[in-house]
């Protein structure tokens, strides 16, 4: 009796469950598992190994899967991208962005740039500013610059309190704290990865000797522009045994120190044994440092940079550096494949700086994704003397996204035909892009409206 009760009510049971389920197919279509699906591209990640075409799906800011086939109606928007090339978010570690202050002459000043004019048209996403304030001033850059901005910013503490201001302010020895400058950097260690010396002229070893205690203490590397060449101070001694493993040499191919060999055109014997330790190399180009007469040779010789990066200011911009994907072009024009640009200027730079979250398209990552086309044709390049030298690729950014939503996109790939119905999706478009309409208001400040 008991037994047949039960067996009723079980079959009562999947009745009105079997029904519930159909009543709900019927209903509502199951929610797409996605907010963005990148399909058909061409993968390069260098963390995870890959090389080939693959599905990028991205979910709430993060990576969800990278996957060969994923199906369209897994995600609410769908982007062909189908003959393009998807990177993780491009991470440019020396860069000048502490704008805005109205100070001549200075990088904390007329100087520097704001980031976002500079950083998603050529699918960046994450940029340090290299040393232009100190632990003086760094408060002031960060709200001004480092909180306003819509690009991830993050900044190397220059060793002179002052930042970097000019002559009177970055030869001053005496404003060269490591210990200041190693507690402004432990109170904010989201933001402040790695400490910065440059510019240094004196005989003295001061400068790195300071980067270093900050760079200890904080534990966080240490980036150098060398500055002016001084036997008191050779660059094999830099590299050999005043640097630790992990720290950064920039402007590698400026041949305005000892960078390159003299008999071989090679790297010289501190790069190489520098590189042996664990010293990165970056390139830096800026205005005034990048010569192809290094950049050739040391380069066939097989010293490739660990990271591409700009050294982006007022001075650079509009010379022969240009921006992060024309100093990409340069390596690729000396025969450096794609895959391992890419590499230069992802998953490497972010290991650099130890931002392990960025650089890559892990499962969980932060969303930054870059598309980019190869275009084929004639191009130049030039460098800091002016001297050209010929490629046949030029990289050109498609769409860029940083945690999870469109910033950039250069053909509108991501957007429908004008005469296009409307999709089902349309009001959850800002999950997916910085693009969605704004929602109407009944009355909107004369400051906020489009323009
Ligand atoms: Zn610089």
């Known amino acids: 009796m008991i037994r047949e009760l039960t067996r009723k009510k079980t079959f009562q049971g999947c009745i009105a469950l079997t029904l519930a389920t159909v009543i709900s197919v019927f209903a509502q279509p199951a929610a797409p598992t996605y907010d963005l699906l990148l399909r058909g591209g061409h993968v390069l990640d260098d963390k995870n190994h890959i090389d080939g075409v693959m599905d990028v799906a991205i979910k709430d800011g993060k990576i969800a899967s990278v996957a060969a086939h994923i199906p369209s109606d897994a995600a609410l928007k769908t982007i062909d991208v189908k003959g393009l ?36 048209r050529v699918g960046v996403t994450t940029v340090v500013d290299a040393g232009c304030s100190g632990w003086r001033n760094f408060e002031d850059f960060k709200d001004r610059i480092i909180d306003r901005s819509k690009t991830r910013v ?11 201001r000019g002559g009177k302010y970055e030869q001053n020895t005496a404003d060269m704290d490591g210990e200041a400058t190693a507690a402004m950097a432990l109170k904010y260690p989201q933001t402040i990865v790695g400490i910065k010396t440059a510019h240094f002229e004196g005989p003295e070893w001061t400068p790195v000797e300071q980067a270093v205690i900050a760079g200890t203490k904080a534990n966080i590397p240490v980036m150098v522009d060398f500055g002016a060449d001084r036997p008191t101070r050779p660059l094999y001694d830099l590299l050999t045994q005043k640097l630790r493993p992990g720290d950064i040499y920039t402007h590698m191919y400026s041949g305005l120190r000892q960078e390159q060999d003299p008999v071989t055109l090679g790297p010289s014997k501190g790069f190489i044994e520098g590189r042996k330790r664990g010293i990165y190399f970056d390139v830096g180009q800026g205005g005034g440092s990048f010569k192809w007469s290094l950049a050739v040779p040391m380069i066939k010789a097989g010293f490739i940079p660990d990271s591409i990066s700009t050294d982006l200011h007022v001075t650079s911009m509009n010379g022969a550096m240009k921006d992060e994907l024309n100093v990409a072009d340069k390596i690729m024009a000396v025969n450096v494949p794609l895959k391992e640009v890419v590499a230069e200027m992802t998953s490497h730079p972010a290991h650099e700086i130890r931002h392990e979250e960025l650089g890559n398209l892990s499962q969980g990552a932060i969303a930054d994704v870059t598309v980019l086309r190869v275009e084929d044709g004639k191009f130049g390049f030039t460098d800091m003397v002016n001297r050209r030298l010929d490629g046949k690729q030029k990289l050109i950014c498609e769409l860029t996204i940083k945690d999870g939503k469109i910033v950039y996109d250069l053909n509108g790939i991501s957007a429908e035909l004008w005469t296009a119905p409307p999709g089902p999706h349309d009001a959850e478009a800002y999950r997916w892009t910085t693009f969605a309409p704004r929602p109407p208001r009944a009355s909107t400040p004369a400051t906020e409206m489009p323009h």
Not at 93 to 98: G, L, S
Not at 154 to 164: E, H, T
């Open 154 to 164: 993050f900044a190397m503490l220059n060793i002179v309190g002052a930042g970097m």
């Open 85 to 120: 090339y998807v990177t993780p978010g491009l991470v440019d570690i020396h860069v000048h962005v502490y704008a805005g202050t109205g100070e001549r002459n200075s990088y904390a000043g007329d100087l520097s740039v704001p980031p976002d004019g500079f950083t998603f």
